[in-house]
């Protein structure tokens, strides 16, 4: 399948300050460096700070071998963290290191310096949102700035040419134009990562099914969310059925999407009710709870009793 990749553009942090909010709002790990008490002559005084990632360091310490050993002591660090397996034991860390200036670190300064490493590890959480219509513009904005990494997909590049000339700065989101969508549907589910969230919202009712399905055969992405009515939902749990799928990846499925207690059917409306509810997820993730499909039916049962409410008031 060939797609066009369209990710906004930023020019890359040059200070540590600007890496540091750029790997909090991507979610990506990262090492602060801080230097500490200093004795004698050294290159940089006391809080100097730089930051290093896996793949790339912002500002600078002093430079020198000093630098270069604490830069390759911030990465054993990080891949250390990162290769624990349990993401819920991934936890910031903090060391204190020793760096005598002399011949043995190649400088001559005469000085010496403690570096403080802080680790920071977190779980990245995927959402994937299928459809780039007026929801889905109204709901990236506000997505964007949870501590996730956003996957958008949709079969029209004008809507995203459109969305990115007014969004430039989003950093933690990657556009994609598909082709031929409706057939690739499976292949693209099974191209995300493991954990990730789903949000369909397509323009197609067709393409909604086939991508539900095919979330739904995959028991590693504990988030399938649908836009919809309650009469689409039901019929697609039906065709679901006869399909073959169990009761309990039927279950699974979260439609309609969102908390239907933020009201209004506007674009901007539904966005919120939506983005609302990947807030609860993400302090249940947070708080190491888990979401089962029995609380996403009783969550279900209340939409529908709302949705009851609502129309006797109208």
């Not at 459109?162 to 082709?179: D, G, P, W």
């Not at 099974?190 to 954990?195: E, K, R």
């Not at 966005?271 to 029995?294: D, E, F, G, K």
Request: glycine share 6%.
């Amino acid at each position: 399948m060939s797609m066009n990749i369209n990710t906004p553009m930023q020019g890359p942090p040059t200070t540590w300050f600007d890496a540091l909010m750029r790997c909090q709002q991507q979610g990506k790990p990262y090492v602060l460096l801080t230097l500490l008490a200093t004795a004698g002559s050294t290159p940089r005084n006391g809080g100097t700070k730089m930051l290093v990632c896996d793949d790339s360091q912002f500002d600078t310490i002093g430079g020198g071998n000093l630098e270069f050993m604490a830069v390759q002591r911030a990465r054993a660090l990080l891949l250390a963290a990162l290769d624990q397996k349990n993401h819920a034991s991934l936890s910031n860390s903090q060391h204190v290191e020793h760096f005598p200036l002399s011949s043995k670190l190649g400088q001559c300064c005469g000085g010496a310096t403690n570096i403080l490493f802080e680790v920071f590890v977190q779980h990245t959480q995927h959402l994937a949102i299928f459809g780039a219509g007026h929801v889905a513009q109204a709901l990236v904005p506000i997505v964007s700035q949870m501590p996730m990494q956003l996957l958008w997909l949709d079969e029209r590049p004008a809507l995203f040419d459109q969305f990115h000339s007014a969004h430039k700065h989003i950093t933690n989101l990657k556009a994609i134009t598909t082709q031929d969508a409706l057939e690739n549907a499976a292949h693209d589910v099974a191209a995300l990562p493991a954990d990730t969230w789903l949000v369909i919202m397509t323009h197609n009712h067709q393409l909604d099914y086939a991508l539900v399905k095919a979330a739904l055969l995959r028991p590693d992405l504990p988030y399938v969310g649908m836009i919809g009515s309650q009469t689409k939902a039901r019929r697609f749990c039906t065709r679901l059925k006869h399909e073959g799928l169990s009761v309990e990846q039927i279950k699974r499925l979260v439609s309609p999407i969102g908390l239907l207690d933020v009201p209004g059917k506007e674009p901007i409306n539904v966005a919120v009710s939506i983005a609302a509810q990947l807030m609860q997820y993400l302090q249940r993730q947070q708080t190491n709870t888990q979401i089962t499909p029995t609380q996403q039916k009783q969550q279900w049962q209340q939409n529908q009793q709302l949705i009851a409410r609502l129309g006797t008031s109208s």
